[in-house]
């Protein structure tokens, strides 16, 4: 059993061809959007095609990004205000009737309460209309054993 810490990761096995990272060691644009941008930008350059998903029912915060080859497709983040507004809506959002709104709108957060979660649990449908919904990864389907582990601090070359 691994003990649970800050800044852990876990990396997947190839999960229907994509490779999922979840932990609370991800750098997420709730609390530096700059740093997150930085960390997928510099993932995309290297891999390909990035995405990233989160939501937190609770705090009414989510966040969704399509990077490729270090551009930036599609990025959105709340976090009681908008984060990060990046690209066009993607059919997927419209279809999933996801509420993402300008930088520096004017919101009435209670009357938004029920958009923004939905908006939340929509997070994983998302997921997996671009690609593959973490959540609904199947834990007995023997896909065998991933990385626990933590982010370097070194720098990229």
Not at 53 to 58: D, K, L, Y
Not at 100 to 119: M, P, R, T, V, W
């Amino acid at each position: 059993m691994i003990e649970a810490r800050e800044d852990k990761l876990f990396i997947s096995p190839s999960i229907s061809g994509w490779v999922v990272v979840v932990g609370s060691g991800l750098p997420g644009p709730f609390e530096d959007v700059d740093k997150c941008f930085r960390f997928l930008l510099r993932l995309s350059r290297k891999l390909g095609q990035v995405q990233f998903f989160s939501a937190s029912r609770v705090l009414n915060q989510h966040a969704w990004v399509l990077m490729e080859r270090g551009r930036v497709y599609r990025a959105y983040a709340w976090g009681g205000e908008t984060l990060w507004n990046q690209g066009q809506l993607t059919a997927a959002e419209k279809e999933l009737d996801l509420r993402c709104f300008d930088y520096g709108s004017e919101q009435d957060l209670f009357s938004l309460k029920e958009e923004l979660a939905a908006n939340a649990e929509r997070v994983g449908q998302l997921a997996a209309r671009w690609s593959l919904d973490p959540a609904a990864v199947c834990p007995s389907a023997g896909l065998g054993c991933g990385i626990v582990g933590e982010l370097s601090q070194s720098k990229t070359h």
